[in-house]
């Protein structure tokens, strides 16, 4: 009997975040990092920081300087017996002609159930690369090696049940590819595009039986205003989403992200606006100059329209750009 519990409660803590994020599937990226998420999550075309790689890994060339970045999130935080969070480390490092590189991880955590991924991210200009004369837009191209991992903590009972009767982990290997493009400025701002292809061979993931990762592919648009008012680089992005879920029924599922952000203060504050699906939301960063470091703070929350008793979900973030 507390074997069949604790699965039921499993089961029902995961699909608190699975059905606001419009997914039935293992590894589907519940929104790491809150600069992106303060943004709807419309961040494809943008990806200009270290949380380029979960969005879109050829955005990484844009980072001029090695980045670090930290994140933490805690979902859906009110609701009884549910116990959801996020973690996610990044590092970028340019390397000139050659190109740029970074490393991540991220954690995600339910109550009995934990997946992990880690990426190891390339991305080249390509007008750097096939040395491009004249009026080429700036494009690049970029993609992830990833090994995924998920287990589930087992207790006396749990430990005996057939469902694990071949383990209570399972890990695989699969990439993302993306580009990312930049178009010419004009004296109002300049506009990005970008599309990115994640998990592309669909692994299989199941414990007992087949449960394959979820195709993403998300493409994007961004507009970038040098100045309005007193708003500095005020970028307006929007990101559609279509992800192709391996079950008996073939599911598929397209949604649509919208966002903003504006700075402030000659560009130490910032604020962040946007909604997906899943919910509205909202957030700020905050930038401080140290000689050679760029620190910065980010909050986003994240408010469900389809659950109440909750606070919402909040992320943090802290990087360093050297």
Same mark, same amino acid.
């Given at each position: 009997?507390?074997?069949?519990?604790?699965?039921?409660?499993?089961?029902? +803590?995961?699909?608190?975040?699975?059905?606001?994020?419009?997914?039935?599937?293992?590894?589907?990226?519940? !929104?790491?990092?809150? /600069?992106?998420?303060?943004?709807?999550?419309?961040?494809?075309?943008?990806?200009?920081?270290?949380?380029?790689?979960?969005?879109?890994?050829?955005?990484?060339?844009?980072?001029?300087?090695? %980045?670090?970045?930290? #994140?933490?999130?805690?979902?859906?935080?009110?609701?009884?017996?549910?116990?959801?969070?996020? %973690?996610?480390?990044?590092?970028?490092?340019?390397?000139?002609?050659?190109?740029?590189?970074?490393?991540?991880?991220?954690?995600?955590?339910?109550?009995?159930?934990?997946?992990?991924?880690?990426?190891?991210?390339?991305?080249?200009?390509?007008? &750097?690369?096939? &040395?491009?004369?004249? +009026? =080429?837009?700036?494009?690049?191209? !970029?993609?992830?090696?990833?090994?995924?991992?998920?287990?589930?903590?087992?207790?006396?009972?749990? /430990?005996?049940?057939?469902?694990?009767?071949?383990? #209570?982990?399972?890990?695989?290997?699969?990439?993302? $590819?993306?580009?990312?493009?930049? $178009?010419?400025?004009?004296?109002?701002?300049?506009?990005?595009?970008?599309?990115?292809?994640?998990?592309?061979?669909?692994?299989?993931?199941?414990?007992?039986?087949?449960?394959?990762? @979820?195709?993403?592919? /998300?493409?994007?648009?961004?507009?970038?205003?040098?100045?309005?008012?007193?708003?500095? +680089?005020?970028?307006?992005?929007?990101?559609?989403?279509?992800?192709?879920?391996?079950?008996? %029924?073939?599911?598929?599922?397209?949604?649509?992200?919208?966002?903003?952000? @504006? =700075?402030?203060?000659?560009?130490?504050?910032?604020? /962040?606006?946007?909604?997906?699906?899943?919910? $509205?939301?909202?957030?700020? !960063?905050?930038?401080?100059?140290?000689? *050679?470091?760029?620190?910065?703070? *980010?909050?986003?929350?994240? =408010?469900?329209? %389809?659950?109440?008793?909750?606070?919402?979900?909040?992320?943090?973030?802290?990087?360093?750009?050297?």
């Amino acid at each position: 009997m507390r074997s069949r519990t604790v699965k039921i409660l499993m089961l029902i +803590n995961l699909s608190a975040l699975f059905a606001l994020s419009d997914s039935y599937a293992v590894f589907k990226d519940p !929104g790491f990092g809150a /600069r992106p998420m303060a943004m709807g999550g419309a961040f494809t075309a943008v990806a200009d920081d270290s949380n380029a790689p979960l969005y879109n890994p050829a955005g990484i060339t844009q980072a001029g300087n090695p %980045q670090i970045g930290l #994140s933490y999130a805690k979902l859906f935080s009110g609701l009884e017996n549910v116990d959801l969070s996020l %973690q996610y480390f990044s590092a970028l490092y340019p390397y000139g002609e050659i190109g740029s590189f970074g490393i991540s991880w991220t954690d995600f955590s339910a109550n009995y159930h934990r997946e992990n991924t880690v990426n190891i991210t390339y991305a080249r200009s390509i007008e &750097r690369l096939f &040395r491009f004369k004249g +009026n =080429w837009p700036e494009i690049s191209f !970029g993609a992830n090696a990833k090994y995924l991992s998920h287990s589930y903590i087992l207790d006396d009972y749990s /430990r005996n049940d057939p469902v694990f009767a071949s383990g #209570s982990s399972k890990s695989n290997f699969t990439a993302d $590819l993306g580009l990312w493009a930049k $178009l010419k400025a004009n004296k109002f701002g300049v506009a990005s595009a970008g599309i990115a292809v994640k998990n592309i061979t669909q692994p299989d993931m199941g414990i007992l039986t087949e449960d394959n990762a @979820a195709a993403e592919t /998300r493409v994007g648009a961004a507009y970038k205003i040098r100045k309005l008012g007193s708003m500095k +680089n005020l970028i307006i992005a929007s990101d559609l989403v279509y992800r192709n879920i391996v079950t008996e %029924q073939r599911e598929k599922n397209i949604s649509l992200s919208l966002g903003a952000e @504006a =700075w402030f203060l000659n560009e130490m504050l910032a604020a /962040r606006l946007g909604g997906n699906s899943g919910g $509205l939301t909202c957030g700020f !960063g905050v930038k401080k100059n140290f000689g *050679d470091y760029d620190i910065i703070f *980010d909050y986003a929350l994240l =408010w469900p329209l %389809q659950l109440i008793s909750t606070t919402g979900s909040h992320r943090v973030s802290l990087s360093c750009g050297f």
